[in-house]
């Protein structure tokens, strides 16, 4: 039984690491979001597993903290900035999907490489997974960079987060309480900045498309 | 070979032969109740092939021989897949044959000869239908490699046989890799048996088909054995899939006794992926044939990530 959580835990970062490949592959915002939620579930899942196998009963409350933020409030939040702003639809990228995946690809080569001997270091029960973890946060930075509009960047900022997460939980057995709790609200009111903002660069531009920002006006 | 090892090979032949249209029609038959169609019979398959083996078989002016083999070829090719793949006992004389590796070989020759006759009549609608048929085929064929060799990976060898005796007797363990290939291995099976998202069984319009345009100039015994093929191909890959990923139930050569129990198992484990397969094909909008690329281009990133999985976690 403990030995199948344990490579349950495994199976939970493969998981996390196909979410954040089929989100660079997507080209809807709705599905984006579908897809950010699971991510958040499989989070909360691994984190679980994690504590009971450890027995470390601050992850059981970074869980929790987890499961609300991020499978419940953010995906509602982004749920209502994509109706009021009337985007279901963005399917511009920079790149071609395609060659965004297999920019993807080497970036899960290079992050498993470098993990690999910071990994050996580890004690923890999911060590392996650490690069996991960190292609997770690369493949959420690259969404970020070849994506034109604002909604699915935050939604890269938000899975990068979840990436670090799982870092923090696979090689050290979570981070202190006080660190975790900082973390998540700092990610509930960075997304209530960005909405905010979002209505205001649509306000400002007629439309979501951070290239905008890039122009100097002189008045 | 054994006795036992000769009456498997036999019984799973025969059972390919005899139920891959079963399978085809309980697909059909799923997916009209799920679209609020009223279904065809679950036989429809058999009567089919029963009209078209009865009818005079006719073959336009200009084609070669190629175009009157090629329907024999390719289905030799998936009758002997059928049997290769261990989908009763992995005990099987056969296998020695073929690797996994010969295996994609097998589908290769029998896509090839396919458009090749297709191409062969000289109308636009069969070479359209091949070009379609070679641009999916070369686009998934290092897909279903990978998602083998993930597999041969985990169990040191390339042989199917092997590979699912190794899985099915082993104790339990999960493997991230093989559940990422898994997924891929979903996409390629989709690609490769003509089905929704990549191309729909049920259509003829000129615009969308691949499959009905390689054998639009196919009639009579050509025609049923082209079909009942492809039914045999569903039932391969079906087979090939359920014995990677849910191993369980196959015999092995030390328990022969088990076949007995391996065939309802193995009825019951198809019954649920033909249910399967009909809600994908439900659920799933046909795509533009350009999104086909891209379609199989994931497949292939989520074969080399399991893989790359593999290779990180040992697993």
């Not at chain 2, 076949?259 to 249910?275: R, T, Y």
């Not at chain 2, 397969?277 to 990133?301: C, S, Y």
Request: aromatic share 8%; charged share 10%; net charge neutral.
């Amino acid at each position: 039984m403990e030995a199948l959580l344990a490579q349950s835990i495994n199976l939970f970062a493969a998981v996390l690491l196909v979410l954040a490949f089929a989100m660079i592959a997507q080209r809807r915002i709705l599905t984006l979001i579908h897809l950010f939620t699971l991510q958040g579930a499989s989070l909360v899942a691994a984190t679980l597993v994690v504590a009971y196998l450890t027995g470390q009963h601050h992850l059981y409350y970074s869980a929790v903290i987890t499961f609300v933020l991020k499978v419940v409030l953010i995906p509602i939040l982004l749920h209502r900035v994509i109706q009021r702003l009337n985007v279901r639809w963005d399917v511009e990228t920079l790149f071609n999907i395609p060659t965004t995946m297999l920019i993807g690809i080497v970036l899960v080569i290079f992050a498993f490489n470098l993990a690999a001997p910071i990994a050996s270091l580890s004690a923890s029960i999911a060590h392996g997974t650490l690069g996991i973890a960190l292609a997770c946060v690369l493949l959420s930075f690259l969404m970020m960079i070849v994506r034109a509009k604002a909604v699915p960047q935050v939604i890269g900022f938000l899975s990068m987060e979840n990436g670090l997460f799982f870092a923090a939980t696979a090689a050290t057995s979570g981070m202190p309480m006080i660190v975790e709790l900082g973390i998540a609200f700092d990610v509930l009111v960075g997304i209530l900045i960005l909405g905010v903002f979002m209505f205001q660069i649509r306000e400002q531009f007629d439309s979501l498309d951070i290239r905008h920002l890039e122009k100097l006006k002189d008045e | 070979m054994t006795f036992s090892g000769l009456v498997s090979q036999l019984l799973e032949i025969v059972l390919a032969l005899a139920f891959a249209p079963l399978l085809t029609g309980w697909v059909n038959q799923w997916r009209a109740w799920l679209q609020n169609r009223s279904a065809p019979g679950l036989l429809q398959p058999y009567r089919l092939l029963h009209k078209l083996f009865n009818k005079d078989s006719v073959v336009a002016e200009t084609a070669s021989p190629i175009f009157r083999i090629a329907p024999y070829i390719v289905f030799a090719c998936m009758a002997l897949v059928c049997g290769i793949a261990p989908t009763l006992s992995t005990d099987l004389p056969l296998a020695p044959a073929a690797d996994a590796i010969a295996l994609v070989g097998l589908f290769a020759l029998a896509r090839v000869f396919i458009s090749l006759a297709a191409m062969d009549i000289g109308t636009s609608f069969g070479t359209l239908g091949a070009r379609r048929e070679m641009l999916v085929g070369f686009l998934a064929e290092p897909a279903l490699l990978m998602v083998l060799f993930s597999a041969s990976l985990i169990t040191q060898s390339t042989s199917l046989a092997n590979i699912v005796e190794s899985l099915a007797h082993a104790p339990f363990a999960i493997y991230p890799s093989l559940a990422v290939a898994g997924v891929a291995f979903t996409f390629v099976s989709l690609a490769e048996n003509a089905r929704i998202p990549v191309d729909n069984p049920a259509t003829h319009l000129e615009l969308t088909m691949i499959h009905e345009a390689l054998i639009l100039e196919y009639s009579g015994r050509h025609l049923a054995l082209i079909e009942w093929a492809a039914s045999l191909k569903l039932f391969a890959y079906s087979c090939i899939g359920l014995a990677l990923f849910f191993p369980w139930g196959i015999a092995n050569a030390d328990t022969p006794l088990v076949m007995i129990l391996a065939v309802p198992v193995l009825v019951a484990k198809l019954a649920v992926g033909g249910m399967l397969l009909a809600l994908i094909e439900t659920i799933n909008a046909k795509m533009r044939l350009f999104r086909v690329p891209e379609f199989l281009a994931t497949a292939f990133l989520l074969a080399v990530i399991a893989l790359l999985v593999h290779v990180l976690l040992g697993a």
